[in-house]
C-alpha cells in the first residue's frame, strides 16, 4: 500500500474540525447525567442483583431517586447517605433508601458531608482496585497465549441461549476464530435496563447480562488454554444502558464492544442527548479496562448507497475518534468501523472498496480498524455470496485491517450455522496467509482510480466536517448527513432519563476516571 493520496496538514485539519464540532457537546456532557451513567455508578459499588419481578436492584434505587427529585446530586451521594443510615452493603443501601422519602432526609453539616464523600470515595477506591485486578487476569491470560496476527478473525453467535452460544463459539475457535461476537437479543438497546442473569430464550441473539458476560469469557479463557491461543469476546454496548454494560464487560474481562457515539440516535431512534451523555461515561470505562470499542459507521452505507455516501464515513470516523479519545481511549483501542457494502454490479468495485480502505487505513494509521463484510447486497446464491466475501478478505489483508467480521455464505437466508462459519474461517485464513505482504509488493498509482476516488471522498468528507462546524451536530443529523437518517434533539427514547447535575453533584468513579 504505497503513495499518501492526502497529505498530512489535511487530515491534521480534519482532526482539528472534529475536535471543535464536539466541543458544544461536551458542555452538555458535562452538566448532565442520566438514569443509565447513576446505575452504573452503583453497580460499580456492587449493586448487580435483582428484585421482584426480576427489576435490577440499580433500577429500583434510582427510578427512587429520581421520582423524589434528588437523583441530580448522584447515585453515589445517596449511597453515601444510606452507609451514614447504617447500611452495611449495598441491597441494604437501596433498602433503607426505598423505604424513606428522601427529599426529606435533612440537611448536612459541611462537616458531615466532607466526612460522607469521604467515605464513599474509600468504598469507590476499593472497588476501583477490584475491577483493575480482573482486568488484570484478563491482560495476564493474553501474554501468556498472544493472538494470532492480525486481521483478527471475527465471527458471531446468535442462538438466545448463552450455554448454546458457548458450545458455537468454542467449534469457531477451534476452527480458527480470533474473536467471538455474542449478538444481542433483538430490540435489546431499548431496554432501559440490564436483564439479570444466565438467560436461554433471546429472539435474533442472546440477552447481554453480565452472568452471560462471565459464562462465555470462562468457556473461551477454557479455549484459549487449550488451544494456546487467545480467544477476543466482544458484545454490545449501543442503547439504553452504555454505560451499565461497559462496566459488566469491564468487569467480566471482555476484550471489545460495539460503541458508537452516534449509531443509537441514527439506528434505533435514541435521544441524541441521552446517547452523547452515556458515550461517555461508557467510553471512559473502555478506556480503564483497555476494551476496545468498535464503532459503527458500517451502518451509513447499508441505509445509504456505499458509492455516493462515503465520505459521510470518513467524517463520521473523525468525529467518533475526537469522541473516544476525549474519553481517554488510546489509537490500539479505537475499531473504527467501515465495511464493503458497494453493489457488487458496479463496475470497478474492488478498485473502489481498495481505495476506501486504503483512504481509512491513511487517516488512521495507528488504530486497529473493524473491517465489515458485505451484507446489503447479498443473495440467496450461496456460491456468488461465499466469492463476493473473498473479496473482503483480499481487501482487509491487502490494507492491514485490524479486526475482521467474517461474512456468512448465507447471510441473506438466516442466523449463519457451524458449516457456514467454518466455511467463511476457511477461506479467511486462506486469503490472509495467501496475500499476507501484498501491500508491500505493489505500488498505487497517484493518478490512479484509486488514488483519485480516495482524493474525491477525502475532499466530501472535509466539506461535511466544515458543514457541521458552521450547523452544528445537532443539525447535521437533522439533515439526514450521516446514513440518510434524520433525528431531532429533543426526539427518540430516553430523553426523560436525562438529569441535569446540580451543583454539588458527586461522582467519585468519573473523578477517578478522569483522573487516569
Request: charged share 25%; glycine share 6%.
Amino acid at each position: 500500500m504505497s503513495g499518501p493520496f492526502i497529505d498530512d496538514a489535511r487530515i491534521a485539519e480534519a482532526r482539528k474540525l472534529a475536535d471543535e464540532i464536539v466541543n458544544p457537546i461536551f458542555d452538555l456532557i458535562q452538566h448532565n447525567t442520566t438514569v443509565s451513567n447513576e446505575r452504573t455508578v452503583l453497580r460499580f459499588f456492587g449493586l448487580s442483583g435483582a428484585g421482584a419481578r426480576g427489576v435490577p436492584l440499580a433500577n429500583l434505587m434510582v427510578d427512587k431517586l429520581k421520582a423524589a427529585g434528588v437523583l441530580n446530586r448522584g447515585a453515589a451521594y445517596w449511597y453515601g447517605r444510606a452507609l451514614q443510615l447504617g447500611a452495611k452493603s449495598p441491597l441494604e443501601a437501596v433498602e433503607r433508601l426505598t423505604a424513606l422519602p428522601t427529599d426529606k432526609m435533612g440537611v448536612l453539616s459541611p462537616e458531615m458531608e466532607a466526612n460522607l464523600r469521604d467515605e464513599v470515595r474509600s468504598e469507590a477506591r476499593a472497588a476501583m482496585a477490584e475491577l483493575k485486578a480482573r482486568i488484570a487476569q484478563r491482560n495476564a491470560l493474553r501474554e501468556q497465549f498472544p493472538m494470532s496476527p492480525a486481521p483478527h478473525k471475527y465471527v458471531i453467535v446468535a442462538t438466545g441461549n448463552i450455554y448454546d452460544d458457548v458450545d458455537q463459539a468454542r467449534a469457531a475457535a477451534q476452527a480458527g476464530a480470533d474473536v467471538i461476537a455474542v449478538i444481542r437479543s433483538t430490540a435489546q438497546s431499548l431496554l432501559d435496563y440490564v436483564p439479570h442473569g444466565a438467560t436461554t430464550e433471546g429472539y435474533g441473539g442472546t440477552y447481554a447480562t453480565q452472568e452471560n458476560f462471565r459464562v462465555m469469557r470462562e468457556a473461551l479463557d477454557d479455549e484459549s488454554r487449550k488451544l494456546k491461543r487467545y480467544i477476543q469476546l466482544t458484545n454490545y454496548s449501543s442503547g439504553l444502558c452504555m454505560s451499565e454494560i461497559a462496566f459488566c464487560a469491564a468487569y467480566e474481562r471482555l476484550d471489545m464492544l460495539l460503541n458508537d457515539a452516534m449509531y443509537g440516535i441514527l439506528f434505533r431512534d435514541i435521544n441524541m442527548r441521552r446517547t452523547f451523555i452515556d458515550q461517555y461515561f461508557s467510553r471512559r470505562i473502555c478506556a480503564l479496562a483497555g476494551i476496545i470499542i468498535n464503532t459503527g459507521e458500517d451502518n451509513y452505507i447499508t441505509t445509504a448507497d456505499a458509492y455516493d455516501a462515503a465520505h459521510t464515513v470518513i467524517a463520521s470516523q473523525f468525529i467518533n475518534e475526537c469522541f473516544a479519545k476525549r474519553a481517554g481511549l488510546k489509537d490500539w483501542q479505537l475499531g473504527i468501523g467501515h465495511s464493503y457494502e458497494i453493489d457488487p454490479y458496479r463496475d470497478d468495485t474492488l478498485l473502489l472498496e481498495l481505495s476506501q480502505a486504503m483512504l481509512v487505513r491513511r487517516c488512521f494509521p495507528d488504530a486497529p480498524l473493524k473491517y465489515m463484510p458485505p451484507t446489503k447486497h447479498k443473495e440467496t446464491d450461496i456460491f456468488f455470496s461465499h466469492a463476493y466475501d473473498v473479496m473482503a478478505d483480499l481487501v482487509a489483508i491487502w490494507t492491514r485491517q485490524g479486526i475482521q467480521l467474517l461474512g456468512m455464505m448465507t447471510e441473506a437466508m438466516h442466523t449463519p450455522l457451524l458449516a457456514d462459519r467454518y466455511v467463511a474461517l476457511k477461506s479467511a485464513s486462506y486469503i490472509h496467509r495467501a496475500a499476507r505482504g501484498i501491500d508491500e509488493e505493489f505500488t498505487v498509482r497517484e493518478d490512479g482510480k484509486i488514488a483519485n476516488r480516495a482524493r474525491e471522498v477525502f475532499a466530501n468528507a472535509e466539506q461535511l466536517l466544515r458543514e457541521c462546524h458552521a450547523e452544528g451536530m445537532v443539525a447535521a443529523i437533522g439533515k439526514g448527513r450521516f446514513g440518510d437518517v434524520k433525528r431531532e434533539e429533543t426526539g427518540g427514547k430516553g430523553l426523560d432519563g436525562v438529569v441535569p447535575k446540580a451543583p454539588d453533584y458527586f461522582n467519585p468513579f468519573l473523578e477517578m476516571l478522569e483522573a487516569s
